[in-house]
T-cell receptor, first 116, second 115 residues
Framework: GAGVSQSPRYKVAKRGQDVALRCDPISGHVSLFWYQQALGQGPEFLTYFQNEAQLDKSGLPSDRFFAERPEGSVSTLKIQRTQQEDSAVYLC??????????????FGPGTRLTVT | AQTVTQSQPEMSVQEAETVTLSCTYD???????LFWYKQPPSRQMILVIR??????QNATENRFSVNFQKAAKSFSLKISDSQLGDAAMYFC????????????FGKGTKLSVKP
């Protein structure tokens, strides 16, 4: 079956522009995670959805970052007034466990955001 | 803060040889899982192997196995009969304490495989 997909794969934004990054999780997966991966680093957690509910947004670095998953499937991560420090790869992952379980997450290919 | 530490930024192995990647973690959970993920240059993260902490037996997946030392909070990955396709970044990960399952990753180890 299809894996997790993300679009666009690459995005170049001028400082101050707004961007929207899309994630299509594996069909039926309850849990959806967003991570930010800076160059040469491991991914860092941004936010978590269980179906349409955003249960944890403790990793969002500022109020310029906003995520939604209105119908419990596709999710969008929006960054307003982009700054150079937002340049990173944004990874989406989904999991079929809605409660504490195996935590096996399936990752998308990521969106590489470059802010100039 | 909860951490996962990978002390080897880069490792190199000869094709067909064995290599071990190190990872230490901290958690106060009584039951948890640990993961090794592989990230090839195309950047899509792939699960390599996982270990359930309450299981004493080390997990094995074909050429990949772990050495899980619970008391020492150590979780190393052994790759046997290394292949050129094993070249990638490898990340050790542990669920964040009290979380819904979001992972804390180490900084990664870049593995090169020499033909």
């Amino acid at each position: 079956g299809a894996g997790v997909s993300q679009s666009p794969r690459y995005k170049v934004a001028k400082r101050g522009q707004d961007v929207a990054l899309r994630c299509d999780p594996i069909s039926g997966h309850v849990s959806l995670f967003w991570y930010q991966q800076a160059l040469g680093q491991g991914p860092e957690f941004l936010t978590y959805f269980q179906n349409e509910a955003q249960l944890d947004k403790s990793g969002l670095p500022s109020d310029r970052f906003f995520a939604e998953r209105p119908e419990g499937s596709v999710s969008t991560l929006k960054i307003q007034r982009t700054q150079q420090e937002d340049s990173a790869v944004y990874l989406c992952a989904s999991s079929d466990t809605g409660v504490k379980g195996t935590y096996e997450q399936y990752f998308g290919p990521g969106t590489r955001l470059t802010v100039t | 803060a909860q951490t996962v530490t990978q002390s080897q930024p880069e490792m190199s192995v000869q094709e067909a040889e064995t290599v071990t990647l190190s990872c230490t973690y901290d958690t106060s959970e009584s039951d948890y899982y640990l993961f090794w993920y592989k990230q090839p240059p195309s950047r899509q993260m792939i699960l390599v192997i996982r270990q359930e902490a309450y299981k004493q037996q080390n997990a094995t997946e074909n050429r990949f196995s772990v050495n899980f030392q619970k008391a020492a909070k150590s979780f190393s990955l052994k790759i046997s009969d290394s292949q050129l396709g094993d070249a990638a970044m490898y990340f050790c990960a542990s669920p964040a304490l009290g979380s819904q399952g979001n992972l804390i990753f180490g900084k990664g180890t870049k593995l090169s495989v020499k033909p």
